[in-house]
Nanobody, 128 residues
């Protein structure tokens, strides 16, 4: 079964850090893009970051640039989102997804949620 599973969310104080994981099973991440999205209550789902595993190119939303880092794990079938200097406005359910239009995001400045399947996500809550 082909799927990605998110983990690593939790409750953290403002200024804190979390690392989210996106683990792929049933397929290899080689030559795929992986994107992270988030959805806060009563807001639309938005693209946060993505990585093209074939060349390592990345994209970040302006709201997280300089604070979040996307990377591929040594095990190669996991992608991480390291989130530092977290703010209350980062509170959301975070989802990873395969093959979002990551190259398009690099030119258009936005990562569209053009994804067929969504996982259950992982909750990130930033509060004191």
């Amino acid at each position: 079964q082909v799927q990605v599973v998110e983990s690593g969310g939790g409750l953290v104080q403002p200024g804190g850090s979390l690392r989210l994981s996106c683990a792929a099973s049933g397929f290899t991440l080689d030559y795929h893009a992986i994107g992270w999205f988030r959805q806060a209550p009563e807001k639309e789902r938005e693209g946060v970051s993505c990585i093209n595993t074939n060349d390592g190119s990345t994209w970040y939303a302006d709201s997280v640039k300089g604070r979040f880092t996307i990377s591929r794990g040594n095990a190669k079938n996991t992608v991480y989102l390291q989130m530092n200097s977290l703010k209350p406005e980062d509170t959301a359910v975070y989802y990873c997804a395969t093959d979002p239009p990551c190259y398009t995001a690099q030119t258009m400045g936005v990562l569209l949620p053009q994804v067929d399947d969504w996982g259950q996500g992982t909750q990130v809550t930033v509060a004191s």
